[in-house]
């Protein structure tokens, strides 16, 4: 416990001592003074140190935050359990021992049964009332936990989406050097094409990779560009044809997307003047699609994983719309979604945060309304119980009031942290993750 709990609990011991001071006690002396305030301080501390201890056991064990069901029953168990020993241990030292107004025997015929009974019940109060201020605070750590996390998880993803665009400029000039090579030797006049081609082809990955997003109209022309570069080399030995709908030219795709998906077919296949390698660019229900014969050559050596790879990877980090892959006996086909817009991303990630900012907002009203019915309770029965005990101790009534809110709490309480409301969307939850 904190060095504010203690000061909490001696005021709370000033208060009640005041109370039983001037309401209950018929000798008004500094004596007595002494005697209650002596006498509330061992409730107050026994009782409040005993809970506090258990509930920073439980913090630690079981956090509210993980396992909140679990924690509100066990919660409950050990309220009543310490509260029940902790009122009996203080009832005995009171009665038998400080004032002694009866033996250890009367005190445990039942002649104190009522009075136990009403301290229990009072101790449940301040203890339920305690326990749920140690559930907001918790509530707050791990919201501003999760916030950090959010934050991180978004630093990473740039991060890492940083490093898969700077994979194509050094990826792109490799590859290309290593087809001009091949040209030098079998075709040098081939070659001084090839390399004027290159270095427009390379103007354009320098100015198109730290972007996150191009039109498809540029993206198709950077394609036909570089196919014709590759028609330098394979000549008669591949086949390209584009049949992109107009309208689709002013969506937009992540830069490089063809490029890579062209060294792909090239690089996995081959292709003879006999057995031309056939590559078709076209748009099909939302997508780009890019599709070839499939004629696979064996590896030689492992692939290093930047074309296909790198390009689901960059769509992950940047819209929740996947990339699909088909292939069969004759074909092979890549399907990469066409945005309609760049805000579309900043779109799905504004309306992900504005769901989870209202189900956030209706689970913490729901909380706000819990505990304000508990404040309430812990406030207006214990006036209650003042009350009926100054003008009629004879006829007691407070019972039925307490008896009756504390149901109605306690099925409040229950509705909110164990069964709740959205019990039907975690059990759907369940059955998606299952399928």
């Known amino acids: 416990m904190k060095r504010k709990d203690f000061i909490i609990l001696w005021w709370i011991s000033l208060a009640t001592t005041l109370l039983f001071f001037l309401f209950f006690s018929e000798e008004r002396s500094l004596q007595s003074f002494g005697i209650t305030f002596l006498i509330s301080a061992m409730y107050s501390f026994l009782i409040g ?63 104190y049964n009522f009075i136990n009974w009403f301290m229990i019940n009072i101790a449940l109060l301040i203890s339920a009332f305690l326990h749920a201020r140690s559930f907001m605070e918790e509530l707050k750590k791990s919201s501003k936990k999760e916030v950090v996390e959010q934050k991180l998880i978004a630093g990473s993803a740039n991060a890492q989406l940083e490093s898969l665009k700077n994979q194509l400029d050094p990826h792109f000039l490799f590859n290309s050097l290593n087809v001009l090579s091949s040209l030098i030797d079998e075709n040098p006049e081939q070659a001084q094409k090839f390399t ?75 292709a003879t003047s006999s057995k031309p390698l056939q590559i078709k660019i076209f748009s099909e229900e939302g997508a780009l699609c890019i599709e070839n014969n499939l004629q696979e050559r064996e590896q030689i050596k492992e692939s290093s994983g930047i074309g296909l790879a790198n390009i689901v990877q960059r769509y992950s980090l940047l819209t929740k719309k996947n990339v699909f892959i088909e292939k069969s006996v004759d074909f092979f086909k890549v399907k990469i979604p066409m945005l309609s817009d760049k805000v579309e991303i900043i779109q799905e990630v504004q309306e992900e945060e504005d769901a989870s900012y209202a189900k956030a907002k209706k689970r913490m009203k729901e909380i706000k309304s819990f505990y304000a019915n508990l404040i309430s309770y812990c406030v207006i029965i214990p006036f209650l119980v003042i009350l009926n005990l100054i003008t009629s101790p004879k006829n007691l009534w407070f019972y039925w009031p307490m008896l009756g809110w504390g149901m109605g709490l306690i099925s409040h309480g229950l509705s909110v942290f164990t069964i709740g409301k959205n019990w039907e969307e975690k059990k759907i939850k369940k059955l998606m993750n299952k399928s």
Not at 64 to 76: C, D, F, G, N, P
């Open 49 to 111: 140190i005993g809970n506090g201890v258990s509930n920073e056991l439980l913090n630690k064990k079981i956090p509210w935050a993980e396992k909140t069901t679990l924690r509100v029953i066990i919660s409950i168990v050990c309220i009543l359990v310490i509260n029940f020993i902790l009122v009996y241990i203080c009832n005995y030292i009171n009665f038998v021992m400080i004032q002694k107004v009866a033996t250890t025997e009367q005190f445990f015929s039942g002649k």
């Open 196 to 270: 004027v081609s290159m270095s427009k082809i390379y103007r354009y990955v320098l100015e198109q990779k730290d972007k996150e997003l191009v039109t498809i109209e540029d993206e198709v022309g950077f394609a036909q560009t570089y196919c014709n570069l590759l028609k330098t080399r394979f000549e008669d030995s591949v086949d390209f044809s584009f049949e992109v709908r107009q309208e689709d030219y002013k969506k937009y795709v992540v830069p490089l997307s063809l490029q890579l998906l062209l060294e792909n077919c090239i690089k996995h296949n081959y």
